[in-house]
């Protein structure tokens, strides 16, 4: 059989698939609300996707728009990632506690899916790696300790977030496969990783061409340096105005002045008179 924790615990078909079916269904629309959309479009009315990479994720959020509403995103995200891992294992603990790491990766695998490519928000979801960040610490803390290792490490010595985010892709196989040793855990831990690398694609190819910007404490966004911008434009626009009409105004006093001293003036012929 694929999976021997579904042969050990005793499940009929029937009931293993209503389960399979109900936990993704909820997995996948709870990993659909996604944080950094819901705070840009709906608090600061400005989509996050319009600006940066593109992005709906933590990273672009925070270089964009920065301030404590950061917070708020990285807590929705792990929240739906946390609720989404204990919801499935309840539900697999009811039919089976053998189930219940099962049942981990396959929530696992839907919340992430859902953040990626939320129906929701026409598809363009984040990149998964702080919700599968929060996922990896509710599986197994020797699975948490490689990805999250890695990741910090890293992301830390090269200042590159997507290096280390390549790392928990990479990675997240291999140590599921060593701790588990069961072929279905494996398999969804391979489509896990290979949905975060595919993500990051961009990525890779702009580290392999020395590219790829480096994280940075946050800098004020390039939208607010436009509208800064164009406030002094406004702002000099009536000072260069009234300094362009102070010379007309200065040719016409001379104008007028010389008009009067021209009428003062005798003419030719009074002169000869």
Known sequence: ??????????????????????????????????????????????????????????TNFYRTFGGPLTLAVILSDVVKAV????????????????????????????????????????????????SGGAIALMLDWRVALVVWGGFLILAGITKYVSLGSCWTG??????????????????????IGGLILWKHRGNIVRLVKGTESKFALHKKAPSETVEE??????????????????PDETAEAGGKEAERDGDLQPSDGEEEA
């Open 1 to 58: 059989m694929l999976s021997q924790m579904i042969q050990q615990s005793g499940v009929t078909g029937g009931w293993l698939a209503l389960a399979a079916l109900g936990t993704a269904v909820v997995s996948y629309f709870l990993g659909c609300f996604n944080g950094a959309v819901v705070v840009s479009r709906y608090i600061l009315r400005d989509d996050v996707r319009s600006h940066g990479s593109g992005n709906a994720g933590l």
């Open 170 to 191: 990479l990675s997240f196989p291999f140590v599921s496969g060593f701790v588990y040793q069961d072929t279905l855990i494996t398999l969804m831990a391979v489509l």
């Open 83 to 130: 609720v989404s891992v204990l919801f499935s294992a309840w539900i697999a603990g009811i039919l089976s506690p053998v189930l219940v790491p099962l049942g981990k990766y396959w929530s696992g695998l839907f919340c992430l899916l859902g953040h990626m490519y939320p129906c929701t928000f026409q598809f363009r979801g984040g990149k998964g790696i702080l």
């Open 229 to 246: 911008a164009l406030d002094q434009r406004e702002e000099s626009a009536p000072q260069a105005e009234e300094e362009t009409e102070v």
